[in-house]
């Protein structure tokens, strides 16, 4: 049961324009989610984060957006650049103590077209 | 850099052994989680250890188990080694629980010939 989902396996966006990865959930229990960026060899890297108390965080080029109702959230960012292109891995936690894993998506490869 | 160490970073051994993966948390973390990354499967979670105490687990095999030390450190052993068990095995740490960003550690790559 894949609680966490990426639909989209890949995407290709144009250097300079805004590059949208989406995930969607289906475990209500979740309330804490991250986007993490992967590239081959290496860990996956923290991004951003954001509560479900919340509807948008933003930090630099990297903006999260969560609708709560959809069970749906969104990663933009702007401007793409090449070094963007990566593996990003959307992840969800719930807010009960012994149940603070993260649960993963299958992951999306962004690649930025320069 | 994340600030989480896991050594060694590739390990290659035989159907049936047993071995021991390290990680050392960032500093002032007390809790640490191993995580499995198959070819077919995503970032799948083991278990996870908060202060020198086992906390939850997940879809973790019988084969293998884990500690976390007085100093923090964790090591996982993974023992009687089968071909599937080829795999990147990552720690990640956090500070709190709740809420709280997970930071990972390089990996260590484990290949079962």
């Known amino acids: 049961d894949q609680q966490v989902k990426q639909n989209s396996p890949s995407l290709s966006v144009q250097e300079g324009r805004i590059s949208i990865l989406n995930c969607d959930y289906t475990n209500s229990m979740f309330d804490y989610f991250l986007w993490y960026k992967k590239y081959p060899a290496e860990g996956p890297t923290f991004l951003i984060s954001i509560s479900s108390i919340k509807d948008k965080n933003e930090d630099g080029r990297f903006t999260v957006f969560l609708n709560k109702s959809a069970k749906h959230l969104s990663l933009h960012i702007v401007p793409s650049q090449p070094g963007d292109s990566a593996v990003y891995f959307c992840?969800?936690?719930?807010?009960?103590?012994?149940?603070?894993?993260?649960?993963f998506g299958t992951g999306t490869r962004l690649t930025i077209i320069p | 850099d994340s600030g989480v160490t896991q050594t060694p970073k590739h390990l290659i051994t035989a159907t049936g052994q047993r071995v021991t993966l390290r990680c050392s948390p960032r500093?002032?973390?007390?809790?640490v989680y191993w995580y499995q990354q198959s070819l077919d499967q995503g970032l799948q979670f083991l278990i996870q250890?908060?202060?020198?105490?086992?906390?939850a687990k997940g879809n973790i095999l019988e084969r293998f188990s884990a500690q976390q030390f007085p100093d923090l450190h964790s090591e996982l052993n993974l023992s009687s080694l089968e071909l599937g068990d080829s795999a990147l095995y990552f720690c990640?740490?956090?500070?709190?629980?709740?809420?709280?960003?997970?930071?990972f550690g390089p990996g260590t790559r484990l290949t079962v010939l």
């Open positions: 500093s002032g973390d007390l809790s």
């Open positions: 992840a969800a936690s719930e807010a009960n103590f012994g149940n603070e894993k993260l649960t």
């Open positions: 990640a740490s956090s500070v709190y629980l709740l809420g709280d960003t997970q930071y």
């Open positions: 250890y908060y202060n020198g105490e086992e906390r």
